[in-house]
């Protein structure tokens, strides 16, 4: 009895959300820390809900990778005026120019930025989301973007964000799951 409550308080998601949505991969764009303080946050909210989860910085990830589709959650600063940082620039770049297909791709993002930039708060995080949408991968949720001035400590905000994230993401592995019922139905 007290395995399986501790089982259900753990592990809210059914196992066919784990199974669909795999291993999240938080992408980590960042110059001094914040968003890598944010990710070790939002890494142990994925981990406590059930799900595998991983922290790589943008500087080590290799458009072959993301080219092999999964779950992506790109958490990135801004700097320069509007730019991304530098351990997400070559990255950056390298998508632009070699426009991979990245159709097998859901993500999120959560944008780092200050609101005394207010032409390019948060660019950072809004142009990988632009350019990952032209891309043909599919964005799961709405972005966050969290103002540095905010009174809210970050990592408390993104904890916040992620819970109603994951929920969407799991209706899309629900919905992907139907799909592929009605798939099975329709061929036999
Ligand atoms: C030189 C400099 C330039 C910045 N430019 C922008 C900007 O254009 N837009 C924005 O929203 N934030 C900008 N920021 C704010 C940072 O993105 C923000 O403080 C962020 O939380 C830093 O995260 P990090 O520690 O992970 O790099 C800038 C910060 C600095 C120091």
């Known amino acids: 009895m007290g395995a399986t409550l501790w089982v259900d308080m753990h592990y809210p998601f059914r196992p066919s ?7 999240i991969t938080i992408l980590v764009g960042t110059m001094s820390g914040t968003a890598e303080m ?23 990830a290799r458009v072959e990778a993301l080219s092999a ?9 801004t700097y320069g005026t509007g730019e991304v940082p530098d351990n997400a620039k ?11 297909d990245l159709s097998k791709v859901r993500y ?7 609101s005394i930039y207010p032409n390019t ?3 950072g995080g809004k142009r990988f989301d632009e350019l990952l949408a032209a891309l043909g991968a599919r964005r799961i949720g ?34 992907a799951d139907g799909a592929a019922t009605e798939g099975a139905e329709i061929s036999r």
């Open 90 to 100: 070559a990255l950056y770049a390298a998508l632009g120019e070699q426009r991979p």
């Open 69 to 77: 589709g999964g779950v992506w959650l790109v958490c990135t600063s």
């Open 121 to 123: 708060f948060c660019f």
């Open 108 to 114: 999120g993002v959560v944008a780092l930025g200050d």
């Open 38 to 60: 944010v990710a070790d946050a939002l890494l142990e909210a994925i981990e406590d809900a059930g799900v595998t989860g991983r922290i790589l910085r943008m500087e080590k």
């Open 142 to 175: 709405e972005r966050l973007e969290n103002d540095s001035r905010s009174p809210t400590y970050p990592d408390d905000t993104a904890r916040e964000w992620l819970e109603g994230w994951l929920e969407t993401l799991r209706q899309s592995s629900d919905e």
């Open 17 to 23: 959300f784990v199974h669909m949505t795999g291993k």
